[in-house]
């Protein structure tokens, strides 16, 4: 059963306008949770992070939100750029355990129309 | 600057054959990771290293082996190699404690006959 869960294969997004990615995850011992975005051909990159003592987290265009009660986050792009067409990972770790495993989830692939 | 390395880059192989994929890490980082990823499927974990000398399962081990040789090595090996382990696969590290941030190798595309 997957603990990480990306329910949207796919986004298609304007140029300019927001694009969101959701993540939905099982296991209660997750505190820290990571967004990466992978071209093709290349390894996954490091995008943005967020801890479970937060809700909000910002860096730039990028926003991540964590709801922990609905154990749920969402990446938010704002303005969408060509650029930003990727496929999105979203990740689930627990820091505070000695469960040392980062699970990912499907991923998503964003297409940013210009 | 060279992160996290991996080799060999592309392998072709046959069905019963063995091969290792190598990964090293120059960022003096504990935990060590090896991931597979398939299309719908996204980045699997295979098998993690938390420090030197210690090894865990993660959610596909079946069919894998792994080594963690020193604190920047980490080897994955194929004993006996099966089409369906026809993956680009990713070694990634990371120092706990630093924010949990994952860096990732470039991958390593295996065909398997």
């Known amino acids: 059963d997957q603990q990480v869960k990306q329910n949207s294969p796919s986004l298609s997004v304007q140029e300019g306008r927001i694009s969101i990615l959701n993540c939905d995850y099982t296991?209660?011992?997750?505190?820290?949770f990571l967004w990466y975005k992978k071209y093709p051909a290349e390894g996954p990159t490091f995008l943005i992070s967020i801890s479970s003592i937060k809700d909000k987290n910002e860096d730039g265009r990028f926003t991540v939100f964590l709801n922990k009660s609905a154990k749920h986050l969402s990446l938010h792009i704002v303005p969408s750029q060509p650029g930003d067409s990727a496929v999105y990972f979203c990740a689930a770790s627990a820091l505070k355990t000695s469960y040392d495993k980062v699970i990912f989830g499907p991923g998503t692939s964003l297409s940013v129309i210009p | 600057n060279a992160g996290v390395t991996q080799t060999p880059k592309f392998q072709v192989l046959k069905t019963g054959q063995s091969m290792t994929l190598q990964c090293a890490q120059d960022?003096?980082?504990?935990?060590m990771y090896w991931y597979r990823q398939d299309p719908g499927m996204g980045l699997r974990l295979i098998y993690y290293?938390?420090?030197?000398?210690?090894?865990d399962k993660g959610e596909v081990p079946n069919g894998y082996n792994v080594s963690r040789l020193n604190k920047r090595e980490f080897s994955l090996r194929l004993e006996s190699a099966a089409p369906s382990q026809t993956s680009v696969y990713f070694c990634?590290?990371?120092?706990?404690?630093?924010?949990?941030?994952?860096?990732f190798g470039e991958g390593s595309r295996l065909t398997v006959l």
């Open positions: 990634a590290s990371r120092r706990l404690g630093d924010g949990g941030e994952l860096f």
């Open positions: 290293s938390a420090s030197e000398g210690t090894t």
């Open positions: 960022m003096n980082h504990n935990s």
């Open positions: 296991n209660s011992m997750f505190d820290y």
